[in-house]
């Protein structure tokens, strides 16, 4: 089993600025990628971000040049730093991410999901 770990989520106003957290610990032969998404209520969950092993990133057009999405190889963890936040980026944001298993089995694996809220 691969559990994931997200912090960072909460409360800013607009113009102001987050950094979310996903770290994956278990059963991890290695990673393929790993991703943000975000889903407010009543809509579909979408992209935010995503980066792979080999350091390609793609991102929503609504954050590309707002949010920048990293990676911590060494800790399997993946940052989402979320700058000039505006209300409409409030949603609950989940880490996906996609590991090879130790018994080398490709899966996908989610994340509880954070909160962000933007508002003044």
């Known amino acids: 089993q691969v559990q994931l770990e997200e912090s960072g989520g909460g409360l800013v106003q607009p113009g102001g600025s987050l950094r979310l957290s996903c770290a994956a610990s278990?059963?991890?032969?290695?990673?393929?990628?790993m991703g943000w998404y975000r889903q407010a209520p009543g809509n579909q969950r979408e992209l935010v971000a995503l980066?792979?092993?080999?350091?390609?990133?793609n991102y929503a057009d609504s954050v590309k040049g707002r949010f920048t999405i990293s990676r911590d190889h060494a800790k399997n963890t993946v940052y989402l730093q979320m700058n000039s936040l505006k209300p409409e980026d409030t949603h609950v944001y989940s880490c996906?991410?996609?590991?090879?298993?130790?018994?080398?089995?490709?899966?996908?694996?989610w994340g509880k999901g954070t909160l962000v809220t933007v508002s003044s």
């Open positions: 996906k991410t996609r590991v090879v298993t130790n018994d080398r089995y490709v899966k996908d694996y």
């Open positions: 278990g059963s991890i032969f290695s990673i393929v990628a």
């Open positions: 980066i792979t092993s080999g350091g390609s990133t």
